[in-house]
């Protein structure tokens, strides 16, 4: 590794070094690099775990646990300046030990890392952001022998690589990343490089059959749901236009959780929301432009009592400030996916959702002159 020199047209060759002897060690600096950074290893990874001892009857650790973005879960082992003989069979028992974890028990497990950190969160939460999911019920976690094995080190033996290389022959999906550290003067670099697989043949070496058996397994999960809700939609929908609701009258019933409807304001929405555990009627604020977002809510804020007081209930204002939207809701709790409750939810949803409309069409109104007195377009 070199350093650039403008000034003199030259390059100055870093000075590779040896963890050990610059005082670093595994578990205080290469795993908290890598659990403060999981990205370094050139995807996006949600680590779960630290220091993993969850196993039946043994005392063993296992370095880092994480989920990738398929869900799989992906078992991190580091080590040092050599990786020693065992780091292969090392890596196959923790995924063959956390192969049977459940998505109930993969939450749990991140809910303990998470609670050990100065700001604690919610696992089911950060899992579907992360996944990019609406509903942790939709989410296959762990599924079947997708485990996954990446191994870090300065050095790899060459019966390392080569029980590595067969491992992904047989379509266990299996990385090796050298870890070198360089030094100029007092200034410490690390470079971390992936050469097992090489990474433009990764998705080939790793075996496209086991990739849509694990895909076709997680999409039968979510058809499953989405076609039970588009059933609802249309149930929903004909109710709609029996009790004269206009505003989803060109709308069609589809299969994900929500139904969009106008306010006469553009990429703000009256959304209908049906989900396993509860319903929701809302005022959705998603316009391109972020601070559009917060000023039609802040305006609306500004009418928060005769708002609720047309509505009937207490609302849920949510200005949302470290995201573009902004939401305005009315939910109930109800046991979504069991069809005895449809009428039920149904119903509510028709009589919630037009009392929203009534409340908020005037003041609705009254932000669209504002925002455009202000020379912005709705």
């Not at 030259?10 to 990205?39: C, S, T, V, Y």
């Not at 398929?70 to 063959?96: C, F, H, M, P, S």
């Not at 949803?349 to 409309?357: A, G, M, P, R, S």
Request: charged share 30%; aromatic share 8%; hydrophobic share 40%.
């Amino acid at each position: 590794m070199f350093r650039i020199d403008r000034a003199s047209n030259r390059i100055h060759r870093l000075e590779q070094k040896r963890f050990a002897d610059l005082g670093l060690r595994e578990r205080d600096h290469l795993q908290e690099w890598l659990a403060n950074m999981p990205d370094a290893l050139g995807e996006e990874l949600l680590i779960i775990q630290k220091e993993f001892d969850g196993f039946d009857d043994t005392r063993e650790r296992l370095d880092l646990l994480a989920l990738d973005k398929e869900g799989r879960l992906v078992v991190i082992e580091n080590k040092l300046d050599d990786t020693g003989r065992n780091v292969v069979w090392q890596a196959i028992k923790y995924a063959a030990y956390v192969s049977s974890l459940t998505r109930a028990q993969i939450v749990d497990i991140y809910q303990a890392y998470l609670d050990r950190q100065p700001e604690p969160g919610n696992a089911a939460t950060l899992i579907c952001e992360f996944l990019e999911a609406d509903d942790l019920e939709e989410l296959v976690l762990n599924p079947g022998n997708s485990q996954r094995v990446v191994m870090i080190a300065a050095n790899f033996r060459k019966e390392v690589t080569a029980t590595a290389l067969w491992l992904l022959h047989h379509g266990i999906a299996t990385q090796c990343f050298r870890a070198t550290p360089y030094a100029m003067g007092d200034n410490l670099f690390l470079d971390l490089q992936q050469f097992i697989p090489v990474p433009d043949a990764e998705e080939y070496m790793i075996g496209i059959a086991s990739k849509e058996a694990e895909e076709k397994t997680a999409e039968g999960a979510k058809n499953s749901r989405q076609d039970l809700r588009r059933e609802f939609w249309e149930k929903t929908l004909t109710a709609m236009r029996e009790a004269g609701v206009t505003i989803y009258q060109n709308v069609n019933p589809g299969r994900d959780q929500w139904l969009t409807g106008s306010t006469g304001i553009s990429n703000c929405t009256f959304n209908l929301i049906f989900g396993k555990a509860e319903a929701r009627v809302e005022v959705y604020m998603s316009r391109p432009n972020g601070s559009e977002n917060k000023a039609i809510f802040d305006a609306l804020m500004a009418q928060r009592e005769a708002i609720e007081a047309d509505f009937g209930a207490p609302l849920v204002w949510q200005r949302l400030d470290d995201a573009k939207s902004c939401r305005i809701k009315y939910a109930k709790p109800f046991d979504g996916y069991n069809r005895a409750n449809w009428d039920e939810i149904t119903a509510w949803l028709v009589t919630n959702i037009q009392k929203l409309d009534h409340a908020f069409r005037g003041p609705l109104h009254e932000v669209r002159h504002v925002v455009r007195a202000a020379g912005e377009t709705l």
